[in-house]
């Protein structure tokens, strides 16, 4: 392999590879390194949505609506089946006045904002997807919502970055970043020897922290663990994605209009229902903030299974094939890192996308690649900047 | 063997299809399930868990026994939601 390389990608993730892809296209010498299989960490350990539906009205919501337009034409462009599907996505709403009211409110801002979303009442709710239960009131629709394969993906970005002359370095693992007597990046120290470099991309997700340590660096992105289960397929499923509207209220942490126990609330848990091309369906989720343990907790998958069938009752007399669980990068403000790292001339961030790191891979790849190559940005950068965070300190 | 002879019935994966996966960097069962769905069906690769390890074996010119099944997971045999959502114990209370 190269010793010397324009550029080291840390991480054979999602994000790593997206970001291997779009430097390699720009005509940098890329090296992808990635400690085991590529895949094999939370990007095979999550679900294939990339919605904006979930997404914070402004900047949040239109990085998801750029990186939903990459996403169609990669489908060619990659030349690789990732099992890309545009159904749409939507919400269901309960018969709580406050999560109504809520409801209507997110349309009008997403939907001012430029976003396809409208609100489905509830005479038409049954007819959009029969098999949920009689008491959802409401959907809220997201129509450019879609759904992949999250390992084909990686698989995808991966073989186009090797055609486009990126060299993948998978069972090579990270131990730490090389400085010069400046204090700049050299390269990186690898189970598989050195590899000199000006510049590298950190893109190991929740393991990201522990790399930059290496060089006294501060990243503050933490796991979150969250919970799958996978049903056997069966011949009645749903058509597309459903949520429940609290899932928001989870997500960001607010309370109002969502009525569940206790223990559920605890534990983060809020419908997510995906159907899958090969005739299964996964629903999700949890939230918890356990540090990296990836067993599967049944209490936790005994509370998702209740809140699952809450919303589709047909669901109970489905079985259960398998639970797994993955660690989302979690950042405090809920937006990635996309950044260089003001203190080390040449280290770069491209990590903590929490769960959204599937469906914001290509905006994040493409951004990357432009910061790095030091071309105008698609978008602005400023608000994924890593210093954001030390604003409070200075 | 011929490439078309089914190795996962639960998810009809090929010999073919495997050994496509092995060349595209597959070196364990694990790897092999992500790329092609071999053990991801209703068994879970009781069946074929270790014909997929005895074709990566000599595929990779290695010993079978370098091979580890997949990562377990619950449940160890299908249940339903309902069961597993504790239906009984709501009913009853």
């Known amino acids: 392999m190269k010793r010397t390389v324009d550029v080291v990608v840390v991480g054979g993730g999602v994000i790593g590879s997206a970001t291997a892809y779009y430097l390699a296209k720009e005509g940098a010498e890329v090296a992808l390194v990635e400690r085991a299989d590529v895949a094999s960490g939370t990007s095979s350990s999550c679900d294939g949505n990339v919605l904006a539906i979930d997404k914070m009205p402004g900047f949040d919501s239109q990085m998801t609506f750029k990186s939903q337009q990459l996403l169609e034409g990669l489908q060619s462009e990659l030349g690789y089946d990732f099992e890309y599907r545009q159904l749409g996505s939507t919400l269901a709403v309960e018969d709580d006045e406050e999560q109504v009211r809520v409801a209507r409110d997110w349309v009008a801002r997403q939907s001012a904002a430029g976003l396809p979303m409208r609100y489905i009442e509830a005479d038409d709710v049954h007819a959009d997807e029969p098999l949920l239960a009689p008491d959802i009131v409401g959907l809220v629709e997201c129509a450019s919502d879609c759904s992949l394969n999250p390992m084909a993906l990686v698989y995808a970005f991966v073989q186009a970055a090797r055609q486009a002359g990126a060299e993948i370095c998978p069972y090579m693992e990270v131990r730490s970043i090389l400085r010069d007597g400046a204090g700049a990046v050299r390269g990186v120290d690898t189970s598989g020897g050195m590899i000199c470099s000006p510049r590298v991309v950190l893109c190991a997700g929740v393991w990201t922290p522990g790399l930059a340590a290496t060089v006294g660096v501060d990243i503050p992105i933490v796991p979150r663990k969250g919970h799958i289960l996978v049903a056997e397929r069966t011949a009645r499923n749903g058509r597309r994605k459903v949520m429940e509207f609290g899932y928001l209220m989870a997500k960001f942490g607010g309370q109002e209009g969502r009525r569940v126990e206790p223990e559920m609330e605890h534990y983060g848990i809020a419908l997510v229902f995906e159907p899958t091309p090969h005739g299964n369906f996964l629903i999700g989720s949890s939230r918890q903030f356990v540090g990296f343990d990836t067993r599967c907790d049944v209490r936790v998958l005994q509370l998702m299974a209740r809140r699952a069938i809450r919303f589709f009752p047909f669901i109970k007399d489905v079985n259960v094939i398998r639970s797994y669980a993955g660690l989302r990068p979690y950042t405090p403000d809920h937006l990635p890192i996309v950044s260089p790292v003001n203190e080390v001339p040449g280290l770069y961030v491209a990590a903590g996308h929490e769960g959204d790191g599937i469906g914001l891979s290509p905006i994040t790849g493409k951004l990357m690649a432009e910061i790095v190559t030091g071309k105008p940005t698609s978008i602005p950068v400023e608000p994924l900047r890593l210093d954001r965070f030390n604003q409070d300190k200075k | ?93």
Do not use: H, W, Y
């Open chain 2, 1 to 93: 063997m011929d490439e078309d002879v089914i190795v996962c019935r639960c998810e009809e994966v090929t010999l073919g299809e495997i050994r496509k996966a092995i060349q595209e960097g597959a070196r364990s069962v694990t790897g092999v399930k992500r790329r092609t769905r071999a053990g991801m069906g209703l068994c879970q690769g009781r069946t074929c868990e270790a014909t997929v390890a005895r074709i990566l074996a000599r595929e990779l010119g290695k010993k079978v026994e370098e091979f580890e099944p997949a990562t377990a997971r619950p449940p160890i045999l299908p249940v339903t939601f309902g069961l597993l959502a504790g239906e009984a114990d709501e009913e009853n209370s």
